[in-house]
């Protein structure tokens, strides 16, 4: 297994494939909303962002996108991991973990000072973010009505 940058293809595919995983990876909190996964992905890749995939055999077994953080309040040598997935039949290997490790050390390379995610409660991947080096700093709290 190796970790590349996708290309234009490929991402072309994962964003698409990203919108339809968006409930399963919000823990149920996003609807597989294709309109509106778009509207948040699309200005993102516009920006830079991009996506590396773990690759065995010729086969995709997640992806992860990346790119600067856009939020002016971060500053401006913050990066972004806007989405991690592994499909099914290859969680528990540590493709998460190897994707994750690739990019952090390459933001690091390029001389970012932090690097940050989201990630929704009850998310199991939160304890491998955790065992890398991520901690909280904020939470976001939610009345429905």
Known sequence: ??????????????????????????????????QKGLGAFIPALQSGAFFYVAVHDYNILGWLMAGRDTNPVNGNNAAFLYSLYVFPPYRKLGVGRMLMSHAVEVFRR???????????????????YEKIGFHDISTVMEMKF
């Open 110 to 128: 390029e001389g970012y000072e932090k690097v940050q995610l989201n990630v929704f409660q009850g998310n199991p991947a939160k304890r491998m």
């Open 1 to 34: 297994m190796f970790i590349r940058k996708a290309n234009r293809a490929e991402t072309e595919q994962l964003l698409y494939t990203t919108v339809h995983v968006m409930e399963e990876s919000s823990m149920g909190h996003l609807q597989n909303d294709p």
